[in-house]
């Protein structure tokens, strides 16, 4: 077996067991309620306006871990697993969320550099695997095509290596803000950390995973697979 196939078949596993963590601390702590009562979408609110943003809406969206913001629309989407709840998992997610929101209102450098490359990286995501497929099948006769198809995936990888600054420093707020407006405590602060880092790691296997592939790319168009 090459050298390749053992380390994607590392971080498959890897990335499957962060996604089963994950899936089980949703569960551990959607069932730890917050001492205040607030729901997802009032800890969301607050925090969004205790960093004086008011153009920011505070909707939900169907499905399990499918929050996110859109800074496009300026919308805070949280799904309806964090949108009612009053959960410590339903706050820190929320309040992450929120995080996105004071870095796009804060001009956060990371996070518009991200944004920036959505357009090139939904492009390069709708024909890539395309372009790949023909350029290994025409390596000896045409073998600029494979290198074009890897600069194409480079964006991807560059994109999932951007966002971890991105998520990392969004977690950071949200947590801050947690703390100081009351919302954890020296009870359940560490639950909510807990919960926020291990969504992280998500993120950081998705990157590994993906310069993992380039790096296979790469291997193919210079005739070495091992």
Request: aromatic letters at 10%.
């Amino acid at each position: 077996m090459s050298t390749y196939w053992i380390l994607f078949i590392g971080i498959a596993l890897v990335s499957w067991l962060v996604q089963l963590n994950l899936q089980n601390k949703f569960k551990k702590y959607s069932k730890i309620g917050t001492n205040n009562g607030m729901t997802g979408r009032d800890v969301a609110l607050k925090m969004l306006h205790d960093n004086g943003i008011y153009d920011v809406q505070v909707t939900h969206t169907p499905g399990q871990l499918t929050d996110h913001y859109n800074p496009i629309t300026k919308t805070v989407n949280l799904s309806e697993g964090v949108y009612e709840s009053n959960s410590i998992m339903a706050a820190a997610v929320a309040a992450h969320e929120c995080g996105h929101a004071v870095q796009h209102a804060r001009m956060y450098a990371p996070l518009k550099l991200r944004s920036a490359l959505v357009p090139v990286v939904n492009f390069s995501s709708s024909i890539v695997m395309w372009v790949l497929l023909a350029g290994m099948l025409t390596l000896r006769s045409f073998p600029q095509l494979i290198w074009i198809g890897i600069i194409l995936f480079a964006t991807t990888t560059l994109f999932s290596f951007i966002t971890l600054p991105v998520e990392i420093n969004a977690s950071k707020r949200a947590l801050g803000w947690l703390s100081a407006s009351g919302i954890t405590n020296a009870f359940n602060h560490s639950q909510a950390e807990d919960a926020l880092r291990s969504a992280a790691y998500t993120y950081v296997v998705a990157a590994l995973s993906s310069l993992a592939t380039l790096m296979y790319y790469i291997m193919i168009a210079m005739g070495r697979r091992e």
